[in-house]
């Protein structure tokens, strides 16, 4: 669903996997809206012949952990904090609703969403969750 926008600004989409795939307790339907928000997000911001990064890991415990990163400006210091809050944006077309809605989604499931900036730059939102077997 996202080709479209990756060829037009000649993004290039990234997949990694560290470890072997868990079976992840999560609504499928859920999990694909979560992504798609936090990819498009990525796509938006990145810029003209950036990439975007899709990774799944295992994280602490039983636990794994999913990063959508990308390669634009970041997120300044100042507005962090109100990045999942409801109708705040940073995009002139935007809304306010698509990290307020991934993070409602993500809690509802009881998984944790949270935001870095990456150390050469550019934003990496992630989710964790507990596998199938935890």
């Known amino acids: 669903m996202l080709e479209p926008d990756l060829d037009q600004r000649r993004v290039q989409f990234a997949w990694r996997m560290e470890d072997p795939p868990a079976l992840l307790r999560a609504d499928p339907e859920l999990l694909r809206q979560i992504l798609f928000n936090l990819l498009q ?14 990774s799944a890991r295992r994280a602490a415990g039983d636990g794994w952990r999913i990063d ?3 390669s634009g400006p ?3 210091q100042d507005r962090r904090e109100r990045l999942f809050a409801p109708y705040f944006t940073t995009r002139p077309e935007g809304t306010g609703l698509g990290l307020a809605t991934v ?5 509802a499931q009881g998984w944790r969403i949270g935001f870095s900036a990456r150390p050469q730059g550019g934003a990496c939102f992630s989710i964790e969750g507990v596998d199938e077997a935890g």
């Open 41 to 54: 997000n990525a796509v938006a911001f990145s810029p003209e012949e950036g990439e975007v990064t899709l």
């Open 68 to 70: 959508v990163a990308d």
């Open 74 to 76: 970041g997120v300044p």
């Open 103 to 107: 993070k409602r989604l993500a809690e």
